[in-house]
């Protein structure tokens, strides 16, 4: 008898461990967000590899229940979430909840320069911080020992907001920070990609300590994300092979759209238009990233992406779409407005639409055919607690399509190929494939968008 008890009690110890393995660690649905080493209460510690990040278990101890549950990768319960943060549900589940939606940029040119498109997120944080409204911003930055890769962290100065600025397209466990929190903390402001403010919503639904001192949440919009050897790629196209001749790297540097730049230590530049590298996303696109459908950070109090119109484009400077979703988010919005802090101008849903339709398409629709397919095989699969319901079969054959190109591109021979051609040819090249991608596949991609209708799963 005493022997049976033990067994009873070991399978207990390994169950969350075990889950979390099982069902996202290793799978194509673990994100790398941190989240599950940074409530694990140091029964997990990250180990970075080449770039990517594994969690390593500490111990015999199994790890608490939040580092799974929390976890966004095996899933999402939007309506929930929409209830709990917002007290219904979206009247637009194509962009989620909203109060009102703006075009705009942060006024200080310095701010509005160094961000990724209008320096808006930046100055929000700052100015919470200037207010003592905050004692503290939860980034990312680029890391000093490795600038080649990032770190998260509670950003406490001007300087180190700054140093956030910008967008990060590679893999970045900003979660990880939650393992120092609360501490002696008492307001923070969150920063981060959809899903990885689901985690923390979901934990403040929980009521876990580690987000109380979070009181805003702002969030980016958010296509795909790249893996690593896109980095070792780009940095083979122009010759180098080590990466610790990387001096600085940054992703949207210069004026907007901005260009991904690496400063070498020998002094060395190389850096490409913004939309000439995206050349690498066919490529290096993250599995993970295939299966998300947030698309524009839709539990955030404030989201911001880039305003990508002609009409703002041509203009330059830095522009902005931005979302004020909460209450809170849209009085803080009105007051920076009031102060002169940050430029507004009020559009509708039309508009923001037809901006991101292409965005929207991948997430909304595509995002949902390509866990179909990843159902019908068996495979574990997130689950959002909603679904469209009337996708079209034109659509659904586009998939295919699609689906076939990533594989073509993210062959080994193909990037190999792609390694060996001048970058300035392979950007021009792109830009132009991607134009007449975008007109011939419109009618099918935005064609019923506006019209699609979800249902809210029954529990």
Not at 82 to 109: A, R, V
Not at 216 to 227: C, D, K, N, P
């Amino acid at each position: 008898m005493p022997i049976k008890t033990f067994n009873c009690t070991i399978l207990y110890i390994i169950m969350w461990w075990e889950k979390l393995k099982k069902e996202i660690l290793d799978t194509d649905l673990y994100t790398r967000s941190g989240t599950e080493v940074g409530v694990s209460g140091g029964m997990l510690r990250l180990e970075e590899k080449d770039g990517d990040y594994f969690p390593i278990k500490i111990g015999q101890e199994d790890i608490p229940e939040a580092a799974y549950t929390a976890s966004a990768d095996k899933g999402i319960p939007y309506p929930e979430l929409n209830k709990f943060i917002f007290g219904q549900y979206p009247k637009n589940w194509l962009i989620g909840n909203y109060k009102k939606i703006f075009i705009g940029y942060w006024k200080d040119e310095k701010v509005r320069r160094n961000g990724a498109s209008g320096g808006v997120l930046s100055g929000i944080q700052l100015y919470l911080l200037e207010k003592d409204t905050i004692d503290g911003a939860i980034t990312l930055r680029m890391r000093q020992d490795k600038p080649y890769l990032t770190e998260p962290i509670i950003a406490t100065t001007e300087a180190e907001i700054l140093e956030g600025a910008q967008s990060k397209y590679t893999t970045a466990p900003i979660n990880h920070i939650l393992s120092k929190l609360p501490g002696s903390y008492q307001s923070l402001v969150y920063t981060g990609l959809p899903e990885e403010i689901a985690a923390i919503r979901m934990l403040q639904m929980m009521n876990h300590p580690s987000v109380r001192p979070i009181n805003y949440i702002l969030g980016t919009f958010y296509g795909e994300a790249i893996g690593f050897s896109a980095i070792r790629s780009f940095l083979r196209s122009h010759g180098v092979k080590d990466l610790i001749q990387i001096k600085t790297l940054q992703f949207r540097a210069g004026e907007w759209p901005g260009y991904m730049r690496i400063e070498l230590k020998n002094g060395k530049v190389i850096s490409v238009r913004k939309f000439h590298a995206n050349y690498l996303i066919p490529s290096h696109i993250t599995k993970f990233s295939l299966y998300q459908v947030d698309y524009m950070a839709e539990l955030a109090d404030i989201s911001v992406g880039d305003a990508w119109a002609p009409s703002y484009e041509s203009r330059g400077g830095g522009w902005s779409v931005i979302m004020a979703r909460s209450q809170k988010g849209l009085e803080l919005l009105e007051q920076l407005n009031r102060e002169g802090r940050i430029h507004l101008q009020e559009i509708g849903e039309d508009e923001l639409m037809a901006m991101h339709s292409h965005g929207l398409d991948f997430k909304k629709r595509g995002a949902f055919i390509r866990i179909a397919k990843r159902r019908a095989k068996g495979l574990p699969v997130p689950d959002y607690g909603y679904e469209p319901t009337n996708i079209p079969e034109s659509r659904k054959r586009f998939e295919t399509t699609l689906g076939m190109m990533f594989a073509i591109f993210q062959s080994p021979f193909t990037i190999w190929v792609l390694e060996q051609l001048p970058i300035s040819f392979i950007g021009w090249f792109f830009i132009r494939a991607r134009n007449f991608w975008k007109k011939s596949t419109k009618s099918t991609k935005k064609g019923g968008l506006i019209d699609l209708k979800f249902v809210v799963a029954k529990n």
